[in-house]
């Protein structure tokens, strides 16, 4: 125990001392927590923005109220005009003259965009936006909405129905989400918070295997390289060795998701912007699948680190171990929406997708008792043996230099039996 522990300890002295990881470890939180406040400060100032509108009407009757309601009922936080709708000061029969002078408008900055509003066909109401930017669509669907209460009103009014009294009778709603907990307790809860609870958990364990698993294949190599290893072996087995430099840079992993989790804690608490809703129950299982599968992608990464002889042939076969732990992240959304659908529960027990999947499914609706024991089992025994095969190529690799080892070699190097 003291060989292993005197090499993890050498691994994360050694790493947690450098410019990089110290940058690393606090710049990263700030780039998160940038890439959520400026977006929304973004949308923010996009709203205080005033828009030149021209608006066609060809059914007769809706630009006048359409016009009054956007003025009026869309303020900026100054009580200004959020929207300015522009008379139009040609004939709208023809649509060849209108759309060349309004295309022209819009091409020199005098206007930002302009609707036209065609006849009613078979109950349906059609409406070309025309704009030099295509936004998300908040401004068409406020003046869809628009129009169609609009056309509404005045069919109501036409038949002799008071549109006020039909309004006044829609009753409001609000609809509150609660999630029942391992416990049978009943949290309330928006989608957005559960969602982002599963990708958090998912996002910290991709980072955490990629950091430790690529400083463990660029450890490896360098030692390799410059002969380090063989002084290494001199004073301790192999496998005190693979032990300790996995336990030492798991160590400077969990050391950065713990300053990560504090800072997102203090930020959360501070802006009071987001809650977790798991229970003990759920926060336990997904810790064991994290440790787990941890362990399963820290193996794959040093077989891959002890069979690489150069810096470039690392770098080149850890970004394909990358791309199958990203993999899972092509699912996300469709897996968040039906978290019990078929491919989801097959894909839980493929071993590359089970750490993933199982996290984001426990964090959404707790998977049935049988689904949880088979992956893990499944899980359990894959690690166990990506282990065993990565402990052989180590014992082996880390003295082989100059030629990258073949597959049929590397099968031959699993084949051995440990003495």
């Known amino acids: 125990m003291k060989k292993y522990y005197a090499v993890a300890r050498w691994e994360l002295l050694e790493k947690i001392k450098t410019k990089a990881f110290l940058f690393g470890l606090f710049f990263t939180p700030l780039i998160i927590l940038l890439f959520n406040i400026v977006p929304a400060l973004l949308m923010n100032e996009a709203e205080e ?6 608006v066609v009407d060809k059914v007769g009757g809706i630009y006048q109220p359409l016009k ?41 900055d005098e206007i930002d965009a302009y609707f036209v509003i065609n006849k009613i066909i078979k109950n349906e109401i059609r409406i070309d936006y025309y704009a030099k930017q295509i936004g998300l669509g908040k401004d068409q669907s406020r003046i869809e909405n628009l129009v169609r209460e609009i056309i509404f009103y005045q069919r109501l009014k036409s038949e002799g129905y ?4 039909i309004e006044s009778l829609k009753p409001k709603s609000n ?36 950091s430790t698993g690529q400083m463990l294949v660029r450890s490896v190599v360098e030692e390799k390289s ?24 798991s160590a400077l992993g969990l050391t950065t998701i713990s300053v990560w989790v504090m800072i997102g804690l203090i930020a959360v608490i501070a802006f009071n912007t987001f809650s ?3 229970g003990l129950i759920s926060v336990l299982l997904i810790s064991i699948y994290f440790i787990i599968g941890y362990i399963f992608f820290s193996s794959i990464f040093v077989a891959l680190g002890s069979s690489m002889t150069t810096e470039q042939e690392a770098q080149q076969m850890t970004g394909y171990a990358s791309m199958l732990m ?71 690799g880390i003295l082989i230099t100059g030629k990258r080892p073949t597959f049929k070699e590397l099968f031959k190097w699993i084949k051995i039996k440990n003495n």
């Open 49 to 54: 923005v005033s828009l030149s509108f021209v």
């Open 68 to 108: 009054d309601s956007l003025e009026n009922k869309y303020l900026k936080k100054d009580k200004s005009k959020l929207y300015n709708i522009i008379d139009s000061e040609f004939p709208i029969s023809d649509t060849v003259i209108y759309k060349t002078i309004l295309n022209k408008k819009i091409s020199t």
């Open 162 to 165: 008071p549109y006020e009294k």
């Open 175 to 210: 609809l509150v989400s609660y999630k029942i907990s391992d416990e049978g307790k009943s949290d309330e809860a928006s989608f957005l918070s559960i969602f982002f609870t599963g990708y958090i958990f998912v996002i910290l364990f991709m980072i955490l295997c990629l």
């Open 226 to 249: 410059n002969r380090l290893i063989e002084v290494l072996l001199s004073s301790c087995s192999s496998k005190d060795l693979l032990i300790g430099k996995i336990l030492g840079l």
């Open 276 to 278: 977790f809703s798991l």
């Open 326 to 396: 990203v993999l899972p992240i092509a699912f996300l959304v469709p897996m968040m929406q039906n978290p019990d659908s078929q491919i989801a529960k097959i894909l839980s027990f493929v071993p590359i997708f089970t750490p993933t999947f199982m996290i984001l499914r426990i964090s959404i609706k707790m998977p049935e008792v049988w689904e949880i024991i088979l992956s893990l089992v499944i899980l359990i025994s894959s690690t166990f043996g990506m282990m065993i095969v990565a402990s052989k190529i180590f014992r082996i």
